[in-house]
């Protein structure tokens, strides 16, 4: 006679994941963009090329938002950690 396989162990929870590192890569890539962008700005305002000037603009303004979304993003998951600290969970 065979006997029947054991049940399944029940897996172990997964560990919470930090989003630290995809963070730090937006905030850092938004400054790298809008420090890039502002000096190819200045560069070309001795030079008289207006569609490389719009062009700077835009992608300071794409940095600037790049960094304010990764302190949005960065609050957020300060707030939820802390909540789930204070509920308890683990």
């Known amino acids: 006679m065979t006997t029947p396989p054991p049940p399944p162990a029940p897996e172990a929870p997964r560990p919470r994941a930090y989003h630290v590192k995809p963070i730090l ?41 790049g960094v304010i979304a990764a302190g949005i993003w960065a609050l957020a998951a300060i707030i939820a950690f802390f909540v789930r600290a204070a509920s308890g969970e683990p």
């Open 25 to 65: 890569l937006t905030l850092l890539g938004g400054i790298l963009l809008a420090a890039g962008s502002c000096f190819g700005f200045v560069s070309t305002l001795t030079s008289n090329s207006s569609s490389k000037s719009t062009l700077f603009a835009i992608g300071f303004f794409v940095g600037v938002l």
